[in-house]
């Protein structure tokens, strides 16, 4: 009996060794990433955000603070020490306001840095002087380099709204008379002339409609809008940019979901986007509309929940997309944290990884489920307590503090290296690692893989794909120490590490 017990316990011990020993190989082992930069998929135009509602204060501040916010959200450029001044954006989205801002008291909208000036007056002339801050945001992004400008719309001007508010009295249907539609396409006209004449900047796109599902009952400029309604709008804006010789084109719808696009949602009216716009055989069919962007634009918010709710609703996404145009772009056009997600919350501003991890998953299910051309944040600037701004700032309009995030240098792995007609190639690991991976092209010849490391180790990654192995790495670090830093180059064929709550971008020479 003696010897048995004794057996029985060198065997035991024994297979927990070999169980252990497995599990150690299990966690040493190399996570493999197979790149094939000849199988591509979508062409990434750019990454961006708005400069609602903070900059039309901070635009005024004092010259140095101003122009750390700017550098920190447009520059390519480095730092003495090397370390990276800005993310680099190439796309910068500028609110057209109603005019809440004008009403004093009058208003209806609570929050000063929720309202907006409009350049429409009450006269019916135009004040080009107004914006002020915004429009010198507009320039400090064009002096840094961005290539792309939308001007987008919450609501119509008050002058031309039904209730005389930048926000809807309720119901489901368009602040804005029907005779008044050609005013605010004109009014529209007037802005994107005078913009490029005073500012030298010609918006590419027009946003004449943001969140049209939304009611709109107040807190902020807002207007909802049903399918018909934006449809005949575009079909009143199309032909006058074209016959005012503008190219700038229209951007639509900009759903407040993006269940939006593919099923009725919370009203038949404002669902089935993608069908009703870029379908032939619907009624609100704009395909054929001069001016009009081929694409369809919408925000992720709402439908972030987990892995299984992000897969599931940009699969239905790039589905019903194929079945009604392949040709058709998305665009990933507004985002932040709002609602609950699986117990991660809107509410609080927190300025480390967390935040810059669930984003970095969203982006990553946006690119590559959904096929995302472009990718937009919402509020560049946020004086908030909230999970909404890139750069956060004091909430004062004469000046104040800067604060950066790591949710600014994390956006900033994807948005500083993947560069305009970039095209997303493949790359493939498996995610059973916690790993998540997305590979992309330059027009220069350089591969770019995002790494994200969301997990309680450190990784080991080794790369496959011939071109891949044959060129030198450089690579750069978003993590709790680190701010998009340059930590390390690595010779061709080489293994590396990743660490633990970190969001890594490879540069890969061609």
Not at 14 to 39: D, G, H, M, R
Not at 396 to 415: A, R
Not at 464 to 469: L, S
Request: aromatic fraction near 10%.
């Amino acid at each position: 009996m003696k010897q048995l017990i004794v057996f029985l316990i060198a065997f035991s011990l024994l297979n927990f060794s070999c169980n252990s020993q497995s599990e150690t190989n299990q966690i040493n082992k190399a996570v493999e990433i197979i790149v094939n930069p000849e199988l591509t998929f979508q062409t990434i135009h750019n990454f961006g955000a708005s400069d609602a509602w903070s900059c039309q204060f901070v635009g005024n501040w004092p010259d140095a603070q101003k122009n750390e916010v700017a550098d920190l959200l447009f520059s390519l450029e480095e730092n003495e020490d090397g370390s990276p001044r800005g993310i680099g954006l190439s796309c910068w989205r500028f609110n057209i306001g109603a005019g809440s801002a004008d009403m004093e008291d009058k208003t209806g909208i609570d929050d000063p840095w929720r309202r907006a000036e409009c350049f429409l007056q009450p006269d019916g002339t135009y004040n080009w002087q107004k914006q002020r801050g915004q429009r010198w945001f507009l320039q400090a992004a064009k002096k840094r380099g961005v290539e792309t400008f939308i001007g987008f719309v919450n609501s119509p001007p008050v002058l031309l709204t039904k209730n005389g508010k930048a926000f809807s009295s309720g119901g489901n249907s368009m602040n804005l008379t029907q005779e008044n539609l050609p005013k605010f396409s004109r009014f529209l006209i007037e802005v994107t002339k005078n913009i490029q004449k005073n500012e030298s900047v010609l918006f590419d796109y027009i946003s004449p409609v943001n969140e049209p599902q939304w009611d709109w009952k107040g807190g902020q400029e807002g207007s909802p809008w049903r399918n018909n309604e934006i449809a005949q709008l575009c079909r009143i804006l199309g032909p006058d940019l074209k016959n005012a010789g503008l190219a700038t084109q229209i951007e639509i719808p900009e759903a407040g979901q993006l269940n939006h696009f593919y099923e009725k949602a919370n009203d038949t009216q404002r669902g089935f986007q993608v069908k009703e716009f870029f379908s032939p055989a619907a009624e609100n069919y704009v395909g054929d509309v001069p001016n009009l962007a081929h694409k369809i634009a919408g925000h992720s918010y709402f439908t972030t929940t987990n892995d299984k709710v992000l897969k599931e609703v940009r699969t239905k996404v790039k589905n019903e997309i194929d079945n009604v145009d392949p040709t058709l772009e998305f665009w990933m056009s507004e985002f932040c944290i709002l609602g609950d997600n699986d117990g991660f919350k809107g509410n609080g501003r927190d300025l480390g990884m967390e935040t810059a991890l669930f984003v970095a998953n969203v982006i990553h299910a946006d690119l590559t489920v959904a096929n995302a051309s472009a990718w937009h944040w919402w509020l560049a600037v946020s004086p908030y307590d909230f999970k909404d701004g890139l750069v956060y700032i004091d909430k004062s309009e004469t000046g104040g503090s800067v604060y950066d995030s790591k949710l600014l240098w994390g956006l900033g792995n994807f948005s500083r290296f993947i560069r305009p007609g970039a095209k997303r190639i493949f790359a493939e690991c498996d995610e059973e690692n916690n790993i998540k991976t997305a590979a992309f092209k330059n027009k220069n010849g350089e591969v770019i893989l995002v790494i994200i490391n969301p997990g309680e180790t450190q990784k080991e990654i080794q790369l496959h794909g011939n071109e891949i192995q044959k060129n030198p790495v450089k690579i750069y670090e978003t993590s709790a120490t680190k701010s998009l830093d340059l930590v390390t180059s690595i010779a061709a064929g080489k293994n590396f590490t990743v660490p633990e709550h970190s969001i890594s971008t490879l540069v890969i020479a061609r």
